[in-house]
């Protein structure tokens, strides 16, 4: 299974959840002859909005180690280059004034990448892939460890998971008015046909509230590059991000077969992508502008 599928399945988890637990809310409700009042269905939809984004966050761990294939290093057991990423997590998790240092994984992929997971500051993952891992300095990885321990320090996920939550919710509000709306006017009112309007509807309005969530996820990342230059350095977080910027180019003929079978997913895990240019459904600005915002605030 290729890198981008496994994180395709990870954040499609969500919307899944959603999806399944509306529609069989929607076919018991019907049975039972609940009235449907505005007051029941934002009460309704609130409770499956919110609880499909922190179920999904609460897996969020386990998921990465089960279909991403982190492997999560045993301190008692680490040595050498494992080790010093230990401690070097744990001494930045320290300047973050972490509660609790988080998790630190290796995972198997071509693309040199690293992201941060984890329900809480408490019960959080920093992973890093073996080739970024084998071929960054100190001073670059020392960058990238920092970006993503800002992220947990900054609450980013939790974050997402209520901004994912009001998105659902807003979702399942909309697609219901709208579906109801459509019936009304129609000689055949069906639930039927109000219920396949309804589904349709959610698919339409979750592509937009995708485009959303990556605006914001791309408003994200600035900030956790910007906080990690100041847990580690300047210098340390710029040159992660030139690395980064010359690995993606230079490893980006490797795994072009893997990529042409895939559209661009978001992906609010990793440190980088590797698209050159922002669109709708762009989750990381380009390296380059992260770069250049970086040495434009510390010039």
Request: charge should be positive.
């Amino acid at each position: 299974m290729s890198f981008f599928r496994r994180i395709f399945y990870f954040l499609v988890l969500n919307f899944l959840i959603v999806l399944t637990a509306s529609v069989l809310g929607t076919l018991i409700t019907q049975s039972l002859g609940i009235e449907g009042e505005w007051g029941f269905y934002i009460v309704f939809y609130s409770l499956i909005g919110f609880g499909g984004a922190f179920i999904t966050l609460a897996m969020s761990r386990w998921m990465a180690k089960r279909f991403m294939g982190v492997r999560v290093i045993d301190s008692r057991l680490a040595k050498g280059r494992e080790l010093d990423l230990i401690n070097k997590v744990h001494e930045i998790a320290k300047r973050a004034r972490l509660p609790v240092s988080p998790e630190v994984g290796i995972y198997q992929s071509p693309q040199p990448n690293a992201f941060a997971t984890g329900p809480s500051k408490k019960k959080s993952l920093v992973a890093v892939s073996e080739s970024l891992l084998n071929s960054m300095s100190e001073e670059e990885l020392e960058g990238v460890l920092a970006h993503e321990v800002a992220h947990i320090a900054n609450g980013d996920m939790v974050t997402m998971t209520l901004l994912q939550g009001m998105i659902n919710t807003m979702i399942l509000l909309a697609a219901r008015a709208i579906a109801k709306l459509i019936v009304s006017r129609m000689r055949d009112r069906s639930f039927w046909l109000e219920f396949a309007i309804y589904i349709g509807l959610q698919i339409v309005f979750s592509i937009l509230g995708s485009i959303i969530m990556c605006y914001f996820s791309r408003k994200r990342e600035y900030r956790a590059d910007k906080d990690g230059a100041r847990l580690s350095s300047t210098p340390s977080m710029i040159a992660a991000l030139k690395a980064l910027s010359k690995m993606t180019g230079s490893s980006q003929m490797a795994y072009a077969t893997n990529r042409s079978a895939q559209q661009e997913s978001y992906n609010y895990l990793q440190i980088s992508s590797s698209s050159k240019k922002v669109n709708w459904f762009s989750t990381h600005p380009p390296l380059e502008d992260r770069i250049k915002r970086l040495e434009r605030l510390y010039s």
